[in-house]
C-alpha cells in the first residue's frame, strides 16, 4: 500500500536546490512522486521507500535531514537476541532511521525524521511496534528517578530478592540428597514432597520465563526464557512421566524434580546478581545525575526567592552560599570564593572565582558568597550537556557489535536445533531417552545469549562513566576502537600544548616611536578574539594607551588584520605574510629567541614600509611535557601543527622532544597535514581547542577537543578533555585502550563458554544442575569483568599531574608541617604559589619527599639527606661518595649501639641493687647524685 511522508531538510536556498533534491528521491526504489516546499523547507514523499535509503539520497545532494534522537525503557528482555527484535521491529516504522538497544541498561535511542516525531500517533505506534515483537515501551526516566524508585521501600514479596530467596528455600530440601550422597548417605524424599516443593518453583518463581518465552512464539521468535522454559519443563515433565510410570517395585522412582527446580533457582540468582552489576555500570550517570541541585536562590520582584532550579530563566540573577551547588551556568558579578569542579571537570583542585569569571552548574560554591547571571540552564547547561553526551556514548554501538548482533539473531535458534539432535542422538543411538532429556536440558540451559548481549554495552558503559569521572568525554563508541589503533597524535600549540595566554615582552619601533607603536597595534586589534590580540590589548590598557580611531578593519585568514587610520592603510600580521607582501624583514632585530612575532606596516598606494615588530611569548603548559613523554611511552609519535613563525614552533618542539611539527600553516591546510599524516600511513587522532582546529578534527581519524576551546573545536571532535591539560590526552587514549580490550576480554570468554559449555552438555558431561549454574555465572562474570574498568587508575603524572600539600604529604607519607620544616630547612625547593593561592607539588618534588622519608626512618641526620639528595640528583655522581656516607652512618650506628648497650647494663645494676620497698633509700639515686 501507497503512503506518504514528511522530512524536514536543512540547506535549502533556493529553486534548484528544491529540483536537485526531488530528482535524487526520485532515484531511490519504490518513490513513486517526490514534492518540496521550500517556503516550510520540507519534502513530501509518495511510495513505500526505505527511510533510510531517503536520508542517504538528501546527504548525497548535499542538504541534511532534520532528525530527533529518543530514549525509551523496555522491559521483558533477557537476552541479546531480545535486543535485535526490538531494534528491527522499530526500524519497520516508518519515520525511524536507527535503532540501537543498549541491553544492560535495557534502554533504546530511536533516532526519528523529525517531521515524523512530531505526529501524535508516533510513540503510540513505536509501542505498538514493540508490544508486537513481546516486549514493552516505556517513557524514560531519568537515573535518579529509577534510583529513586528503586529505593522506595516495598513488600518484600514484591522485591528483586524474593524469587531467588523463595525458591532457594524449596528447592534446598531437593538438593540435600544428592549431597548426602557425596558422604555415603542414601536418602530419598518420597515423590508427594519432591512434586511439591518443585512445583511452586517450576509456576510460580518460574513464571516469568513462561511468559516471557510464550510472547516470544507469539511474535514469531525465540529468546533465553524460551530455552529455560522448554529445558525445564522437560525435566520436570519427565518426572511426572517417571513418577506415574513407576510400577512401585525396587524402591522408589528416579525423578529430576531437583533438577528443574535447582536450575530455575540458579537462573533467577545469576539474573538478579547480573542486575544489581549492570546497576553499577552507571554509578557514574548516576553521580552527574545526583548534581543537579533542586533549588535556587534568584532576584526576583526585589528579593530573593527560593525557587525550583529547572524554573530558571537565562539572565537572571542567582545568589549562591558556601557549601551550596551551583544551580546553573553563569557569570559571576559579585563576590569571590573556591569552587570544586572535581565530579565536571575531573580537577582536584578548588578554584578561585570572580568578578568576571565564568562558573559550571553542579559544582560547589566552598567558601565566598557568590551572585551571579544565569548564562545556561535547563538543556544548555554544561551539566546537562555532559550528561546527553555520556548517555549517548553509552547507549551506542561499538563496530565489533555487528558481529555479535549477526550470531544473536541465530543463536537461540541453533541451540533448540543442536538440543534436539542431542535427544534424538541418545535416544536413537544408546536407547536412553531419560539421559537424552536430561542432555538436551543441559544444552538447552548452558547456552547464554545473554553474556554475548552484555558483553560489549556492559564494557563501554564502565568505561566512557569512568571517563567521565576523570574529566574526558567519549561521544561515540566507535572513538574507542579509534583510540586504540592510534600511532600519532597532533597537537594543535596555542592554547593546547601552551597556555594560549601569551605576553607582549618586546616593541621595537622602525618609523615611529614606541608608544605609536603600540597605539596602533591596540587600534587594530581591539575587536579581534585572537590570543595575540588579547595580548596587545592588555598591554595597551595597562599603559593607559589612548583608543585610536580605525575603520574598515578587517580580518585575513591565518595572516593578520588590516585597517585605516587618517587615510593610510595598516596591516598587522606574521612574517609569512609580510613576504608576500614583498617586504625584506630585519630578523636581526628580534631579541626573543622562539618569539611569535607579528609585524606593523603601513601602505600608501604601492609603497608598502615597515613601521616596527611585536613578540610575544606563550608559557608551555607544565604538563605538556609529561603529556609528550607519556604518549612516546606508549610508542606513539608526537607532532604538532601552528600557524606561529617556524622559530616559535622550532622552540616548542625542542622542549617538549616532539617527533614532528609543522609552522606557518593556515587553518584551512590543517586538514591536508592530517592528510598527509594519514597517506604515510598513520592513524592520527588530533589534539585542538579554536574554531580553526575544526576542520583537521573532522578529518582525523581520532578528534580531541578541549572543552576550554570553542563549541565548533567540541562539536568535531569525538572526545572531549573537561580540562586544559594535555595529559589526559594519553590518559583518554589509556582508558579507551582498556575499555577496547575488556570488550574483546568479554566476548572471548561469552564465545567460548558457550563453544565449550554446549558440546560438553550434548556429549553427557555435564547434568542440568551444572549447566544451569555456569549459565548464570556466565552473564555476572561478564558483567563484573566490566566493572574492573571502573577501578581503572592512572600513573601519577598521568592525571592530577600537581598535588595539594596535604595530597603531597598523603602520597609521600609524611605530614604537612613536616614538608614545611624540611622547607624552612632549605632541604626542599618551596613551590610557588598559584593564583588561587596553592602550592603544587609536582612529582619530581613528590619523589624527594619520599626519598626524604625514607632517609630519616634510617636514621641519616638533615645535613646527610641533603648531601644524600645533591647525589641522587646528580647523574655524574660517583658510587664512592655514596658507599663512603653510608659506611660513615654505618660506623655512628654502631657507636650508638654501643653506647645503648652500656646504659642498658648500667641501668639493670642500679635496678637490681634498689630494694623497692616503702623505704626512701634507693642506690640509683645516690649512684645518680655523684654525678659520676
Known amino acids: 500500500m501507497q503512503s506518504s511522508m514528511q522530512l524536514a531538510v536543512q540547506g535549502m536556498t533556493c529553486s534548484s536546490c528544491a529540483g536537485r533534491i526531488e530528482k535524487a528521491l526520485l532515484k531511490v526504489e519504490n518513490v513513486e512522486q517526490a514534492s518540496v516546499n521550500l517556503a516550510t523547507e520540507t519534502v513530501t514523499v509518495e511510495g513505500n521507500p526505505s527511510v533510510n535509503e531517503l536520508v542517504k539520497a538528501i546527504t548525497g545532494a548535499g542538504y541534511q535531514v532534520s532528525t530527533e534522537t529518543r530514549q525509551y525503557q523496555l522491559t521483558g528482555m533477557t537476552c541479546a537476541s531480545c535486543a535485535g527484535r526490538v531494534e528491527k521491529a522499530l526500524l519497520n516504522v516508518a519515520g525511524v532511521i536507527t535503532a540501537n538497544v543498549n541491553l544492560a541498561t535495557e534502554q533504546v535511542n530511536i533516532t526519528l525524521l523529525s517531521k515524523m516525531s512530531e505526529a501524535s500517533l508516533n510513540e ?60 555415603g548417605i542414601n536418602w530419598v524424599m518420597p515423590s508427594l514432597w519432591q512434586w511439591l516443593l518443585a512445583t511452586p518453583v517450576q509456576f510460580y518463581f518460574g513464571a516469568r520465563f513462561y511468559r ?27 518426572s511426572l512421566y517417571l513418577w506415574y510410570s513407576f510400577d512401585g517395585e525396587h524402591g522408589a522412582p528416579h525423578l529430576y524434580f531437583e533438577s528443574s527446580a535447582a536450575v530455575l533457582t540458579l537462573v533467577l540468582l545469576g539474573k538478579l546478581l547480573e542486575q544489581r552489576a549492570k546497576r553499577h555500570t552507571t554509578d557514574a550517570l548516576r553521580a552527574l545525575e545526583s548534581l543537579k541541585p533542586t533549588t535556587a536562590n534568584v532576584w526576583r520582584n526585589e528579593n530573593w526567592q527560593s525557587v525550583a532550579a529547572i524554573e530558571l530563566q537565562r539572565d537572571e540573577k542567582v545568589k549562591v552560599l558556601p557549601g551550596e551547588r551551583i544551580p546553573v551556568d553563569g557569570k559571576v558579578i559579585k563576590g569571590d570564593s573556591h569552587v570544586d569542579e572535581a565530579l565536571i571537570s575531573g580537577e582536584s583542585m578548588p578554584l578561585l572565582k570572580s568578578i568576571g ?31 546527553h553526551m555520556v548517555e549517548q556514548a553509552q ?138 590580540a588579547k595580548a596587545v590589548v592588555k598591554r595597551a590598557q595597562q599603559d593607559a594607551t589612548k583608543l585610536p580611531d580605525i575603520k574598515h578593519f578587517k580580518v585575513i ?47 600608501q598606494g604601492e609603497n608598502i614600509e615597515l613601521l616596527g615588530l611585536l613578540c610575544f611569548a606563550d608559557k608551555i603548559k607544565e604538563q605538556a611535557k609529561h603529556a609528550v613523554d607519556a604518549l612516546k611511552h606508549r610508542g606513539i609519535k608526537v607532532a604538532m601543527l601552528t600557524g606561529d613563525s617556524a622559530a616559535s614552533a622550532q ?92 570488550i574483546q576480554q568479554n566476548l572471548f570468554w561469552a564465545f567460548a563458554f558457550n563453544s565449550v559449555g554446549i558440546p560438553l552438555a550434548a556429549l553427557g558431561y555435564l547434568n542440568p544442575i551444572i549447566a544451569g549454574g555456569a549459565m548464570a555465572v556466565s552473564s555476572v562474570l561478564v558483567v563484573t569483568n566490566a566493572l574492573r574498568l571502573q577501578r581503572k587508575s592512572f600513573k601519577r603524572g598521568n592525571m592530577n599531574t600537581l598535588l595539594t600539600i596535604g595530597n603531597a604529604a598523603k602520597a ?13 630547612s632549605s632541604l626542599l625547593q618551596r613551590p610557588p604559589r598559584t593564583e588561587a593561592g596553592y602550592r603544587l607539588y609536582n612529582s619530581e618534588q613528590l619523589n624527594q619527599l619520599k626519598f626524604i622519608r625514607q632517609a630519616r626512618n634510617l636514621g641519616f641526620s638533615l645535613h646527610e639527606i641533603k648531601s644524600l639528595l645533591s647525589l641522587w640528583q646528580d647523574p655524574q655522581r660517583e658510587s664512592r661518595a655514596v658507599k663512603q656516607m653510608a659506611e660513615q652512618h654505618l660506623a655512628e650506628i654502631e657507636t650508638k649501639i654501643a653506647e645503648l648497650q652500656h646504659m642498658q647494663q648500667v641501668l639493670t645494676e642500679l635496678a637490681t641493687s634498689c630494694r623497692g620497698d616503702s623505704s626512701p633509700d634507693c642506690s640509683i639515686l645516690q649512684q645518680l647524685a655523684k654525678g659520676e
Request: aromatic share 4%; with cysteine.
Open 124 to 183: 503510540s505506534m513505536l509501542g505498538e511496534a514493540v508490544k508486537n515483537a513481546g516486549y514493552q515501551l516505556v517513557s524514560q526516566q531519568s537515573l535518579a528517578e529509577q534510583a529513586e524508585t528503586h529505593n522506595q521501600t516495598m513488600a518484600f514479596f514484591r522485591s528483586d530478592n524474593w524469587p531467588v530467596i523463595g525458591a532457594s528455600l524449596l528447592t534446598l530440601p531437593l538438593v540435600l540428597p544428592m549431597l548426602g550422597m557425596l558422604f
Open 212 to 238: 516471557a518465552g510464550f510472547n516470544a512464539l507469539k511474535a514469531g521468535t525465540s529468546n533465553m526464557d524460551l530455552l529455560v522454559a522448554i529445558g525445564t519443563s522437560a525435566a520436570y515433565g519427565l
Open 357 to 387: 569569571d565564568k562558573v559550571t552548574g553542579g559544582s560547589i560554591n566552598l567558601d565566598g558568597v557568590l551572585e551571579l547571571t544565569a548564562t545556561a540552564v535547563g538543556a544548555e547547561s554544561t551539566l546537562a550537556k555532559i550528561i
Open 395 to 532: 547507549g551506542a554501538k561499538a563496530p565489533v557489535q555487528a558481529l555479535v548482533d549477526k550470531i544473536s539473531s541465530v543463536f537461540v535458534p541453533l541451540v533448540l536445533v543442536i538440543a534436539l539432535l542431542t535427544l534424538l542422538g541418545w535416544g536413537m543411538i544408546s536407547g536412553d531417552w531419560t539421559q537424552g532429556i536430561l542432555h538436551a536440558v543441559a544444552v538447552l540451559v548452558i547456552a547464554c545469549p545473554c553474556a554475548l548481549g552484555l558483553a560489549t554495552p556492559a564494557a563501554i558503559m564502565a568505561g566512557t562513566g569512568t571517563a567521565a569521572r576523570h574529566g574526558i568525554l567519549v561521544k561515540d563508541a566507535r572513538a574507542l576502537e579509534q583510540a586504540k589503533q592510534t600511532d600519532m597524535v597532533v597537537f594543535d600549540k596555542t592554547g593546547t600544548l601552551t597556555e594560549g595566554k601569551p605576553e607582549l615582552i618586546q616593541l621595537t619601533a622602525f618609523q615611529i616611536d614606541e608608544p605609536a607603536l603600540l597605539t596602533l597595534a591596540y587600534g587594530l586589534q581591539q575587536n579581534s578574539e585572537h590570543p595575540l
Open 557 to 603: 585568514a591565518g595572516k593578520g588584520v588590516q585597517g585605516e587610520e587618517n587615510g593610510k592603510q595598516l596591516l598587522l600580521g606574521s612574517s609569512r605574510w609580510m613576504q608576500e607582501l614583498g617586504l625584506t624583514l630585519p630578523l636581526q632585530q628580534i631579541t626573543t629567541q622562539g618569539a611569535t612575532v607579528s609585524w606593523l606596516a603601513s601602505k
Open 651 to 742: 622552540q616548542v618542539a625542542s622542549e617538549l622532544g616532539l617527533d614532528d611539527y609543522q609552522a606557518e600553516v593556515l587553518p584551512q591546510d590543517k586538514a591536508a597535514a592530517i592528510a598527509s599524516y594519514q597517506q604515510q600511513g598513520y592513524q592520527v587522532a588530533m589534539v585542538g581547542d579554536g574554531i580553526n582546529d575544526a576542520p583537521a578534527l573532522a578529518q582525523a581519524d581520532l578528534g580531541i577537543a578541549m572543552a576550554t576551546g570553542t563549541e565548533v573545536a567540541i562539536s568535531a571532535a569525538a572526545i572531549t578533555l573537561m580540562r586544559g591539560d594535555p595529559a589526559l590526552v594519553s590518559a583518554a587514549i589509556s582508558l579507551a585502550s582498556a575499555t577496547y580490550r575488556n
Open 812 to 824: 609521600s607519607g609524611l605530614t604537612a608541617k613536616m614538608i614545611r620544616h624540611y622547607e624552612e
